[in-house]
């Protein structure tokens, strides 16, 4: 009688958790639903019934309204826009800031500590401060209205990736610089050889972070960007809407979902990695 009151009491809690992590889960995902239902919602249903999860009618024409864009502008080209500027500036940013990570933690040089803590000084530095002195540079170097902007200082790391690498580095053993030194390995072929293929966590939650960042960055290129073929997502989705006029949400919506995509993929492929490089566990001597 008493293990069965026990097993009870034990389904009982496993369901009542269950529950639980459901509503918090919907809870979560909610904003997600609703931009997916309000997608397919006519404009109509979007100012009379905007809670609703249930598009009624089903309009599958904010798709393609969508992708026409604007200006003689489709989608597709502000899309190809961005996953080129996003791509070049995750690999860039990404391997530079594993070098800069790699010379901070194995190489010793004079004023290293000092660099270290000036590097560190600048994540406390809100970006919109530097707006003003760049856009001042970047025009006096003729970029304005060029990609260059975006993916020049990329060229020089990220002082948070250049940190999270760091403490994966140095998790790992130092005996394997010194067996590779023995072995008659320079700093270069031990960082490439060596290092560089079990920095592989901490690599791909970089790549991931910057990507995501970049992806969503609206700022910068509405600073630099003045071509419409140049434009880059944000902007277009941005540019979209007509407070003058009447805007096509639903559209808006569908190009939303559209632009969530190539994140989504990305986080789905490499979520493995995210955890283990996010802790830097890295390997143990």
Not at 120 to 149: E, H, R, S
Not at 203 to 222: G, R
Request: positive net charge.
């Amino acid at each position: 009688m008493l293990t069965t009151l026990n097993r009870r009491r034990f389904l009982l809690k496993r369901a009542l958790y269950h529950l639980v992590m459901i509503l918090f889960c919907f809870v979560m995902i909610y904003p997600i639903l609703w931009l997916f239902s309000a997608s397919f919602k006519s404009h109509q249903e979007l100012i009379h019934n905007p809670g609703s999860l249930l598009p009624h009618p089903v309009v599958l024409t904010n798709y393609a309204d969508g992708w026409r864009g604007f200006g003689g502008t489709t989608f597709k080209t502000f899309i190809g826009n961005s996953l080129f500027v996003c791509t070049l500036s995750t690999v860039f940013q990404v391997s530079s800031s594993a070098l800069v990570a790699y010379g901070f933690s194995r190489i010793v040089f004079r004023g290293r500590k000092l660099l270290f803590s000036l590097m560190i000084v600048t994540m406390l530095l809100p970006a919109q401060i530097l707006l003003i002195p760049q856009y001042i540079l970047m025009n006096g170097f003729g970029w304005i209205n060029t990609y260059l902007p975006l993916l020049v200082p990329t060229l020089f790391g990220l002082p948070f990736f250049i940190f999270m690498i760091m403490q994966f580095i140095q998790g790992l053993p130092v005996e394997l610089d010194e067996a590779a030194a023995i072995d008659g390995c320079n700093k270069y072929s031990t960082f490439f050889r060596i290092l560089l293929p079990l920095l592989k966590p901490a690599l791909i939650t970089a790549v991931i972070f910057s990507f995501y960042w970049k992806w969503q960055e609206f700022l910068e290129p509405m600073l630099y960007l003045q071509n419409v073929k140049k434009y880059t997502m944000p902007i277009a989705m941005n540019l979209f809407s007509d407070p003058s006029s009447v805007t096509n949400w639903g559209a808006i919506y569908a190009m939303s979902i559209v632009s969530m995509i190539p994140v989504f993929l990305l986080f789905l492929f490499f979520q493995k990695y995210l955890v283990e490089g996010i802790a830097t566990s890295g390997l143990k001597g």
